[in-house]
């Protein structure tokens, strides 16, 4: 499989995200298409991680197929074939969508990054490490970095257009979407990160916490869409190295990460685009990350 910076595909483009382009096919449904591009500190690399995109659809997909009856979503279809069928412009491009493209039901998403948190990690830890609280909300004392949270915690944020998103309390998740509406997405979001915390840890990963998007499709129906419980909107930390009172090495992008900071400690990058070109020693790797990462969530190799 060829790696892919950007696709084009005789289909209408809705957008271009950090990773994703989404096209509409008709007016019901979207495809999304998961590109090998990667960002690291917000900013996106030159390079493309072989298998990454497929990856990134493939444990969204099974995860899809766990939730089924649990909670609706929006998964039409990850396959291939399946999509030629329902899309038939696409007959030509087959190589191009291989594994990475997903055929959804379209829906209108809500503005909220419906989070939720595990383990106080990122910029939770940062905020209660300073002052005691989340989104505000004063938490209970005596936590250390990493620590299991217990209840896990709902812990909404804004959708930035730009920039970093912003922690915000729940009743602000109120004042935006309705009390009911409100209510259902923490509900969704906490029966969805319960089941995969809990299929992920006997693979010795820890999710210790995932970003969830929710959006309403024509018939009103509420629906989880995007992706989910991926490297990419998670944490994924090793559960075999897991150590409280420290910030955890990340499962995915540790290798990346670890060149960007001694690029930068090396005086050779200020930490703006453009980033270094990445050898391909670091390449190579952090597409081993994301192989494995497949691999021990879904039990079986991915292979195309
Ligand atoms: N079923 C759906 N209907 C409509 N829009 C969707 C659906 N599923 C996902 N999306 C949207 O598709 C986009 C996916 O793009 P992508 O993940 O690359 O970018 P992003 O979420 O804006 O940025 P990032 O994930 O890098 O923070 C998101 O804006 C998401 O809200
Ligand atoms: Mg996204």
Same mark, same amino acid.
């Given at each position: 499989?060829?790696?892919?910076?950007? *696709?084009?595909?005789?289909?209408?483009? @809705?957008?271009?995200?950090?990773?994703?382009?989404?096209?509409?096919?008709?007016?019901?449904?979207?495809?999304?298409?998961?590109?090998?591009?990667?960002?690291?500190?917000?900013? =996106?690399?030159?390079?493309?991680?072989?298998?990454?995109?497929?990856?990134?659809?493939?444990?969204?997909?099974?995860?899809?197929? /766990?939730?089924?009856?649990?909670?609706?979503?929006?998964? @039409?279809?990850?396959?291939?074939?399946?999509?030629?069928?329902?899309?038939?412009?696409?007959?030509?491009?087959?190589?191009?969508?291989?594994?990475?493209?997903?055929?959804?039901?379209?829906? /209108?998403?809500?503005?909220?990054?419906?989070?939720?948190?595990?383990?106080? *990690?990122?910029?939770?830890?940062?905020?209660?490490? *300073?002052? +005691?609280?989340?989104?505000?909300?004063?938490?209970?004392?005596?936590?250390?970095?990493?620590?299991?949270?217990?209840?896990?915690?709902? *812990?909404?944020?804004?959708?930035?257009?730009? +920039?970093?998103?912003?922690?915000?309390?729940?009743?602000?998740?109120?004042?935006?979407? +309705?009390? %009911?509406? %409100?209510?259902?997405?923490?509900?969704?979001?906490?029966?969805?990160?319960?089941?995969?915390? /809990?299929?992920?840890?006997?693979?010795?990963? @820890?999710?210790?916490?995932?970003?969830?998007?929710?959006?309403?499709?024509?018939?009103?129906? @509420?629906?989880?869409?995007?992706?989910?419980?991926?490297?990419?909107?998670?944490?994924?930390? %090793?559960?075999?190295?897991? /150590?409280?009172?420290?910030?955890?090495?990340?499962?995915?992008?540790?290798?990346?990460?670890?060149?960007?900071? %001694?690029?930068?400690?090396?005086?050779?990058?200020?930490?703006?685009?453009?980033?270094?070109?990445?050898?391909?020693? =670091?390449?190579?790797?952090?597409?081993?990350?994301?192989?494995?990462?497949?691999?021990?969530?879904?039990?079986?190799?991915?292979?195309?």
């Amino acid at each position: 499989m060829n790696a892919m910076l950007a *696709s084009d595909l005789p289909l209408p483009l @809705i957008g271009r995200g950090k990773v994703r382009d989404i096209y509409a096919v008709g007016d019901d449904r979207v495809l999304l298409l998961t590109t090998d591009r990667i960002s690291a500190f917000d900013i =996106v690399m030159a390079e493309t991680i072989p298998m990454k995109g497929a990856v990134l659809t493939q444990i969204s997909a099974w995860w899809f197929n /766990k939730l089924e009856g649990v909670v609706p979503h929006h998964m @039409i279809s990850a396959d291939a074939d399946t999509i030629i069928r329902e899309v038939p412009d696409l007959k030509n491009h087959r190589a191009d969508i291989l594994g990475r493209a997903m055929l959804c039901r379209r829906t /209108k998403v809500f503005p909220i990054e419906c989070v939720i948190r595990g383990y106080i *990690s990122g910029s939770a830890w940062k905020e209660y490490a *300073s002052r +005691g609280t989340l989104a505000g909300e004063k938490l209970a004392p005596g936590l250390t970095e990493s620590a299991k949270l217990e209840p896990a915690i709902f *812990s909404p944020a804004t959708k930035a257009e730009t +920039g970093h998103d912003e922690n915000i309390p729940v009743a602000r998740v109120r004042e935006i979407v +309705g009390d %009911a509406v %409100a209510q259902e997405l923490e509900s969704m979001a906490r029966t969805v990160y319960a089941l995969g915390e /809990k299929v992920a840890r006997a693979q010795g990963i @820890i999710i210790a916490d995932t970003k969830f998007e929710f959006g309403r499709d024509q018939s009103g129906r @509420i629906m989880l869409i995007d992706e989910v419980m991926t490297p990419d909107s998670s944490r994924f930390w %090793a559960a075999d190295v897991y /150590k409280t009172g420290q910030p955890q090495p990340s499962f995915d992008k540790q290798p990346l990460r670890d060149y960007l900071d %001694a690029e930068r400690r090396a005086g050779r990058w200020n930490g703006d685009a453009p980033p270094p070109p990445l050898p391909a020693s =670091v390449v190579d790797a952090t597409s081993k990350r994301y192989l494995e990462a497949y691999r021990r969530i879904t039990g079986s190799e991915l292979d195309f």
